[in-house]
């Protein structure tokens, strides 16, 4: 995601929809839809605070339970 801080960072302010991880329920994962792909940004959230796991550009939206949607 080299040069992406500036798309990652609009990912998690202005998601187009936000889903809870089915493994981890801290987990949360939210996309933005960019040109041909959806930006997917993981958080984990633990104690009131949270912290990028990963990121990473895909063609469609994993499974787990939808937490908001634009």
């Known amino acids: 995601m080299k040069d992406k801080e500036r798309e990652v960072q609009d990912?998690?302010?202005n998601p187009d929809e936000i889903?809870?991880?089915k493994v981890?329920?801290?987990v949360?994962?939210?996309y933005k839809w960019?040109?041909?792909h959806f930006l997917c940004v993981v958080v984990?959230?633990?104690n009131g605070d949270g912290y990028i796991v990963t990121a990473y550009l895909t063609d469609k939206i994993k499974e787990g339970e939808l937490v908001w949607k634009k």
């Open 34 to 36: 960019m040109a041909a």
């Open 24 to 26: 981890d329920q801290n």
């Open 28 to 30: 949360y994962m939210y």
């Open 44 to 46: 984990k959230h633990l």
């Open 11 to 13: 990912t998690l302010k």
């Open 19 to 21: 889903r809870r991880s």
